[in-house]
């Protein structure tokens, strides 16, 4: 992997992502994790040891898990071991899915079950989130009486938007947004309350959809650290900020040392690159068996 964390294969390259470079093959894609990080909507230039590989493996974990509740868009989640990939399968052994190539809905769709980050300040200003009218007197990493469900836009470059219901159901139509709204809250119960059973509070997260013959389609990445906020469950304390499995770490430390949120990113120091491994590492041996371990 180069020192920009690219991954270079002899496929046809599809796009770069943040975190993911994608290459297209036989109208199916190839989707890489590569070690990048980002924070704020920025890639950062430093890279995190492995962190591609824990991220893949614990989507896949969760494709799994609830793949009898909606269809997921994998086809292989070791494509290392089928002969097209055999030549290159070193550099995409455990970073690697193969997947449906599907069009995207234009939202993300989060669930949030404590109000932290962006919820918060929009708490703190209107009382409610994405439309959603929320209890007073809530305060910081405080549960909400039950998971809602606040979309937003999808931006590949910026900042997503936030969007009441109401504006996702003009977006995307009635019965899908309803659909979506549904599904997101049963995927982020049931893995929400398994992951409490391994020590883990996922305070919020967010889903992808993809439609194949009018069928809803779950893609992209699922329930992982830098798609969620993970913290332990035996730290947990409201009114204050927690302890996290995921990349807050690492926005706590951007925020430390002032970074303005523009580019280009600042560094990492080493012990924050190497303490963040730790706690993606951590959350991948609390959350799966050894058939995932690196």
């Not at 009898?68 to 494509?79: A, K, L, S, T, V």
């Not at 190539?101 to 708490?123: D, H, Q």
């Not at 931006?155 to 936030?162: L, Q």
Request: hydrophobic content about 35%; proline content about 6%.
């Amino acid at each position: 992997m180069a020192g920009t964390g690219n991954i270079d294969l002899p496929l046809k390259l599809f796009k770069r992502g943040k975190v993911r470079d994608v290459f297209e093959t036989d109208n199916q894609l190839l989707i890489v994790s590569t070690d990048r990080i980002s924070a704020f909507d920025y890639v950062l230039p430093s890279l995190i040891p492995d962190k591609g590989k824990v991220l893949n493996q614990i989507a896949a974990f969760w494709f799994r898990y609830t793949r009898e509740m909606i269809p997921n868009h994998i086809i292989c989640d070791e494509p290392e071991k089928l002969d097209e990939f055999k030549e290159f399968s070193r550099i995409i052994k455990k970073r690697a899915v193969l997947t449906k190539k599907l069009e995207p809905f234009p939202i993300e769709a989060i669930v949030r079950n404590y109000i932290v980050g962006s919820g918060w300040k929009t708490y703190e200003k209107t009382g409610e989130i994405c439309g959603v009218t929320l209890p007073r007197g809530l305060k910081f990493a405080d549960p909400f009486p039950e998971p809602i469900f606040t979309p937003t836009t999808k931006a590949d470059h910026g900042h997503d938007e936030d969007l009441t219901f109401e504006q996702m159901k003009t977006k995307i139509g009635k019965e899908k947004a309803e659909k979506i709204r549904s599904l997101s809250l049963g995927l982020f119960k049931k893995g929400s309350e398994y992951a409490r059973e391994k020590g883990i509070i996922i305070a919020d997260t967010k889903f992808e959809f993809g439609l194949s013959e009018n069928n809803l389609i779950l893609i992209d990445e699922l329930l992982t650290p830098d798609s969620s906020r993970f913290w332990p469950k035996e730290s947990y304390k409201p009114d204050g900020a927690q302890k996290s499995f995921d990349k807050q770490y690492v926005r706590d430390y951007l925020i430390s040392i002032n970074w303005g949120k523009k580019p280009p990113g600042p560094s990492l120091p080493e012990n924050v690159i190497r303490n963040t491994r730790s706690k993606y590492l951590e959350a991948l041996n609390q959350l799966t068996d050894a058939t995932y371990a690196l």
